[in-house]
């Protein structure tokens, strides 16, 4: 009863099972479930010891042997029938088992609560004395996050990988910034309204997105978030103004770096925001996150309209892969099975900046926790281009460290 499942019980009482009903009410009062079997247990047990006695008596006489012999005798019949077999298949079985017992269970302690009330006043004096009382509803604990996470984790058959996959995912995002999934300024697809009205169009022309931030001159300087959609309807009145889109655009929602992932998509809903610019503790621009930013790191990669280089990460033939500076780290670990640190830099590239304290050349190559890394490409004082090497295919070093 003790090592039953209760959450197993309550669903199933829930559903509206007898047996479960009956084991769920039991264990709400462990004083009263303990009572009544340990009643039961040591009345057997005593009447066992005191009939053993008896018939050795009669059979042997006052023989100090035999009375000695027929001790032990019941002690080993008691150990193993009464005690350690049954108590070994309970705690195998519990939750199957506690369906059924529940039922005599109940119907001993109907018969025999006077006696177990009687002998709980006691208990129940010794506790207060000794300031161990038990909590009055005895419902079990709450669980935390990471104890949720590992019974997800060992759930077998029960829950599908998929599934699995999506609830342990669900469970970082509390450990999740949205620094460390956002699109980083560089990568940021925007208008800049002093541009050319020719580059102003072929921009919305060819873009993969339906929102594009609109800057005016200074990549710091956000005026607005432009609505492709919105965009159509106008061009399909009139003829289309590239002054006319300052009328077009909506207000900015900027938003901390280090929110975490699960508040910040609630933010989302409460604001009914799809797009956020992020900011750091200054107020500059660092990157931009969407609601599909957030999705993707439940259920993984869904659009299809945007290239992305993380579509083609996978290992070669020889044990490498080729890998742009501005990947994220954390879709590397995810998409290649490796264990770069994601506590600081969130790129490849910041990773290597870091680890060096410097700007490297091309054909540098560093080891990273145990991850091979060769320099392929620089430019514009960041890594544009890198080859990872498989942990299982670069032989050790033992000369020197990472």
Do not use: C
């Not at 042997?60 to 108590?87: H, M, Y």
């Not at 809903?269 to 797009?275: A, D, P, Y």
Request: glycine share 6%.
């Amino acid at each position: 009863m003790m090592a039953s499942n209760r959450y197993r019980l309550r669903s199933l009482a829930s559903a509206g099972h007898r047996g479960a009903r009956l084991a769920v009410a039991l264990l709400e009062r462990t004083d009263r479930l303990l009572g009544v079997i340990l009643l039961f247990n040591n009345l057997v047990n005593v009447a066992a010891a005191t009939l053993a006695s008896v018939i050795t008596i009669h059979l042997f006489g006052e023989e100090r042997l035999a009375l000695a012999a027929g001790t032990v005798l019941l002690t080993f019949l008691i150990l193993v029938f009464s005690e350690i077999t049954p108590k070994v298949i309970g705690a195998h079985h519990a939750d199957r088992l506690a369906l059924f017992v529940s039922y005599p269970l109940t119907f001993l302690l109907k018969i025999s609560y006077p006696a177990v009330w009687f002998v709980n006043l006691f208990v129940s004096a010794l506790l207060w004395l000794l300031r161990l009382q038990p909590r009055k509803d005895n419902t079990p604990g709450t669980l935390s996050i990471e104890e949720l996470r590992s019974l997800v984790l060992e759930s077998g058959q029960y829950i599908p990988q998929k599934n699995r996959d999506i609830l342990v995912n669900l469970f970082d995002l509390e450990h999740i910034t949205v620094e460390d999934v956002m699109t980083p300024r560089g990568a940021i697809e925007s208008i800049d309204l002093r541009a050319s009205p020719a580059d102003i169009r072929h921009k919305l022309a060819t873009s993969y997105h339906t929102r594009l931030p609109v800057l005016e001159g200074d990549n710091e300087r956000v005026i607005g978030v432009l609505h492709l959609r919105r965009l159509l309807g106008h061009v399909l009145q009139s003829d289309f103004d590239v002054e006319e889109l300052h009328g077009l655009v909506t207000k900015p929602y900027f938003i901390p770096a280090d929110t975490p992932l699960y508040s910040q998509l609630q933010f989302f809903q409460e604001n009914q925001q799809r797009l956020a610019l992020v900011v750091d503790e200054y107020g500059e621009l660092l990157g931009l996150l969407t609601v599909e930013d957030i999705i993707e790191e439940l259920i993984g990669k869904f659009t299809t309209g945007m290239p992305d280089s993380s579509d083609k990460l996978a290992w070669g033939e020889d044990g490498s892969v080729l890998v742009d500076g501005g990947q994220n780290l954390r879709e590397l670990n995810r998409r290649l099975g490796l264990n770069l640190p994601v506590e600081g830099p969130k790129t490849l590239n910041g990773l290597i900046l870091e680890y060096l304290q410097a700007i490297p050349e091309a054909d540098l190559s560093v080891r990273i926790a145990g991850v091979a890394i060769e320099v392929i490409q620089t430019e514009d004082k960041m890594v544009r281009m890198a080859r990872l090497f498989r942990p299982d295919t670069v032989p050790q070093r033992n000369e020197a460290p990472d």
